[in-house]
């Protein structure tokens, strides 16, 4: 079978399962099964296909039908121009993230600084941050033995195993250093919202990185609370958050004393990150 019709033949087989990126999704797979760019195979699409491929593909498009996300499994996605290792231990690094990086990065752009990231996952965050601050060093914990494995992976295959550390910790426990920036994605979905989320994304991401308890709101304070701790005089906390929760978050950064500085809005215009800075009034 040649290239181009194994293609087509995958996308109607998705369209029909009703996957919405069905021809993304197709060429993705197929890419990333053969070695390739996906630009090498819109330019080779009358190259053929073995029956060995074939039958890894079938697999593939079998898994997609069934709504397992595709970065599960190629076994990576893209961030920041880097492919980062994931699997189900780990949410997909969303693009949205990337908002929250690129104002941080023009922010402490040629500065050294001591960097935590809380509930680190992949490490994506902490890791394209470091990689644009060449000078920086950070931590990343996060409560999931597993995820932090993958962090590890991630950390040694971006190069970045001198600059950072990621451990196994639950946040109330964790009193180590003191740092210029706090980052943190921490699960901001109220628990009775997590039935409405995609079954990509029910059956498949870890529940435990997306539930944020009754108002969405348990593990933000937490972050808020332990930042208070953690972070030097001056210092900065980014947190990335869920749709409609600003002025609840706002307001529990001004009672701990904390200066909103920033707020970055996603490609829906809502907002999506709040960046603040600690006075020394705590």
């Known amino acids: 079978m040649i290239l181009e019709e194994t ?8 369209k029909k399962h009703d996957i919405i990126s069905y021809t993304l999704d197709a060429e993705v797979i197929l890419s990333d ?49 880097q492919n980062f290792v994931v699997n189900n ?20 752009k040629n500065k ?3 960097i935590l990231d809380i509930g680190t996952g992949s490490g994506c965050i902490l890791l394209s941050i470091l990689k644009e601050l060449n000078l920086s060093k950070g931590i990343g914990i996060d409560i999931s033995r597993k995820a932090i494995q993958i962090a590890k992976l991630n950390s040694k295959n971006l190069n970045l195993s001198s600059r950072s550390k990621f451990k196994v910790f639950d946040l109330k426990k964790f009193n180590t250093g003191k740092y210029d920036l706090i980052v943190s994605n ?20 870890p529940l435990i990185a997306l539930n944020g308890g009754n108002d969405g709101l348990d593990l933000i304070k937490k972050v808020i609370y332990q930042a208070n701790n953690l972070l030097r005089i001056n210092g ?30 996603d490609y829906k215009r809502n907002v999506r990150c709040i960046i603040s800075t600690k006075t020394g009034n705590n």
């Open 7 to 14: 293609i087509k033949e995958a996308s109607k087989v998705l």
């Open 89 to 108: 231990s780990t949410l997909v690094p969303r693009p949205e993230t990337e908002i929250l990086i690129y104002k941080l990065i023009s922010f402490f």
């Open 33 to 81: 099964i053969i070695g390739v760019t996906r630009e090498f195979l819109l330019t080779n699409n009358n190259l053929s296909i073995s029956k060995k491929i074939l039958k890894k593909y079938n697999s593939a498009i079998n898994r997609r039908i069934n709504r397992e996300p595709v970065a599960y499994i190629i076994g990576k996605k893209e961030f920041w121009s």
């Open 186 to 205: 921490p699960p901001y979905i109220p628990s009775k919202d997590i039935k409405n989320l995609s079954r990509d994304i029910i059956n498949y991401e």
């Open 112 to 114: 050294k600084i001591n």
């Open 236 to 265: 900065v906390l980014a947190i990335e958050i869920g749709h409609h929760q600003y002025k609840r978050v706002s307001n529990i950064l001004k009672k701990c004393k904390f200066i909103e500085f920033s707020k970055e809005y």
